[in-house]
């Protein structure tokens, strides 16, 4: 497994993922404390996916979260470059299909949003993973991504640093299918961006209207943007009506 310092090989790493498909949804309860539950809900009320809406949840794996959001009505599709991840979620009855972050098949502005959860550290290219979720988005559209993040508060940040993230890299191994993956894991937690440099990315991708807010003391953020609309063109002066003339 390629260090996540490093380029990302996308094979290896939906290897990766298929080794942990089995256990992955209880792993992630049990390295979380139950937490994970809380982000979900916090992540569905951000993105507010509403009855007739189309909404891509990208980097799904067994589709939890998918299930959440279509509680309310919206059309909702899970999406995973894991095929492992996929058919482990099949009995949720919910449409999947397996996708490439860079290259998704679906037509321009398919979605009225798009949210990816703790998978956007994954993608070999955030930059132009984020453009290319931005071609899918109807202009309006929202982007909400939860992910790990840098405690903004120093003793904290520390102890997270040095003691949280290695309990649960030992828990994950404990619970997981495939154990090995776990330090990956871990490693990418540490090496990814912090809460502004992440809004950076995400507005050089060209969304606006992008903020966050920290969970669990900002061991987690959530991002939220819009894609931009096109400027309307001035209405014309109405025929016949006396220019502006300056003094």
Same mark, same amino acid.
């Given at each position: 497994?390629?260090? !996540?310092?490093?380029?990302?090989?996308?094979?290896? +790493?939906?290897?990766?993922?298929?080794?942990?498909?089995?256990?992955?949804?209880?792993?992630?309860?049990?390295?979380?404390?139950?937490?994970?539950?809380?982000?979900?809900?916090?992540?569905?009320?951000? $993105?507010?996916?509403?009855?007739?809406?189309?909404?891509?949840?990208?980097?799904?794996? /067994?589709?939890?979260?998918?299930?959440?959001?279509?509680?309310?009505?919206?059309?909702?599709?899970?999406?995973?470059?894991?095929?492992?991840?996929?058919?482990?979620?099949?009995?949720?009855?919910?449409?999947m299909i397996a996708a490439d972050a860079l290259?998704?098949?679906?037509?321009?502005?398919?979605?009225?949003?798009?949210?990816?959860?703790?998978? *956007?550290?994954?993608?070999?290219?955030?930059?132009?993973?984020?453009?290319? =979720?931005?071609? +899918?988005?109807?202009?309006?559209?929202? $982007? +909400?991504?939860?992910?790990?993040?840098?405690?903004?508060?120093?003793?904290?940040?520390?102890?997270?640093r040095k003691i949280v993230l290695r309990l649960?890299?030992? &828990?994950?191994?404990?619970?997981?299918?495939?154990?090995? !993956?776990?330090?990956? &894991?871990?490693?990418?937690? $540490?090496?990814?961006?912090?809460?502004?440099?992440?809004?950076?990315? =995400?507005?050089?991708?060209?969304? /606006?209207?992008?903020?966050?807010?920290?969970? /669990?003391?900002?061991?987690?953020? *959530?991002?939220? !943007?819009?894609?931009?609309?096109?400027?309307?063109?001035?209405?014309?002066?109405?025929?016949?009506?006396?220019?502006?003339?300056?003094?």
């Open positions: 497994m390629s260090r !996540a310092s490093l380029d990302k090989d996308p094979r290896e +790493v939906a290897a990766m993922f298929d080794g942990v498909a089995a256990g992955y949804d209880r792993a992630n309860s049990v390295m979380t404390f139950g937490f994970d539950r809380r982000w979900r809900a916090t992540t569905a009320g951000a $993105l507010d996916a509403r009855e007739g809406e189309r909404v891509l949840d990208l980097a799904a794996g /067994t589709g939890v979260s998918t299930e959440e959001y279509a509680r309310d009505g919206a059309w909702c599709v899970a999406a995973d470059f894991s095929l492992e991840m996929l058919r482990n979620g099949r009995d949720r009855g919910l449409p290259h998704l098949p679906f037509a321009d502005e398919s979605f009225d949003a798009v949210t990816v959860s703790f998978g *956007l550290r994954n993608f070999v290219d955030t930059k132009a993973a984020l453009v290319e =979720i931005m071609r +899918v988005v109807r202009p309006g559209g929202r $982007l +909400v991504i939860c992910e790990v993040s840098t405690p903004t508060f120093a003793p904290i940040r520390f102890v997270y649960l890299t030992w &828990l994950g191994r404990r619970a997981a299918s495939n154990p090995e !993956a776990y330090g990956y &894991l871990a490693e990418s937690m $540490l090496t990814w961006y912090d809460q502004r440099s992440l809004g950076e990315v =995400i507005a050089s991708a060209g969304w /606006t209207k992008v903020e966050w807010l920290n969970l /669990t003391f900002g061991a987690v953020a *959530l991002h939220r !943007a819009r894609k931009p609309e096109p400027e309307q063109p001035p209405a014309p002066e109405p025929h016949g009506s006396p220019a502006k003339i300056d003094p």
